[in-house]
């Protein structure tokens, strides 16, 4: 059992070296990752009803984007994801919501977050260099027994659908 975690552990290390040489790469000039990272947003989501509300279409910095659409709470956007619990496409994002995801906080007792499949490769495409240089830093975490817990963990049905 042992080399089989020894290998599992050391694919998972060489698995996350990609990311990490990316998020390296974008520290040479963050501020210009961001603005392309802003712009793709506004294209894939323009079609939207959020998109079509603020003009996601015309926006072409990141000052437009600021003046353009209001800071919001999580009230602010409930609205918007009432609409995805009724089931209507296209509210918050194009691509489909897989999931509306629980969290809590302490304005209000539970919130409900629309979880898509490319919001799950940026979690992972965040993830990959702080495991990366977790490994690389601590290598022997790399070949033991390790557990990790993400939330979320399971799939969440709305009780309303």
């Given amino acids: 059992m042992r080399p089989l975690g020894v290998l599992a552990g050391g694919a998972g290390w060489l698995s996350f070296a990609p990311g990490a040489a990316a998020f390296r790469r974008s520290l040479g000039d963050p501020a210009a990752v961001q603005s392309e990272i802003l712009a793709s947003c506004l294209r894939k989501n323009a079609g939207t009803a959020f998109g079509r509300r603020f003009d996601f279409s015309s926006i072409r910095s990141v000052d437009e984007y600021r ?17 995805i619990r009724a089931g209507e496409p296209g509210v918050l994002t194009g691509e489909p919501v897989l999931r509306l995801v629980p969290t809590s906080g302490s304005t209000r007792a539970a919130k409900l977050i629309p979880s898509t499949a490319s919001l799950q490769r940026e979690f992972r495409r965040g993830i990959a260099p702080w495991l990366h240089d977790l490994y690389r830093a601590r290598p022997k975490r790399a070949w033991g027994r390790a557990y990790w817990g993400i939330s979320p963990a399971v799939a969440w049905k709305d009780p309303a659908s």
């Fill in 67 to 83: 003046s353009r659409v209001p800071l919001s709470t999580y009230e602010g956007h409930a609205p918007w994801i009432d609409r």
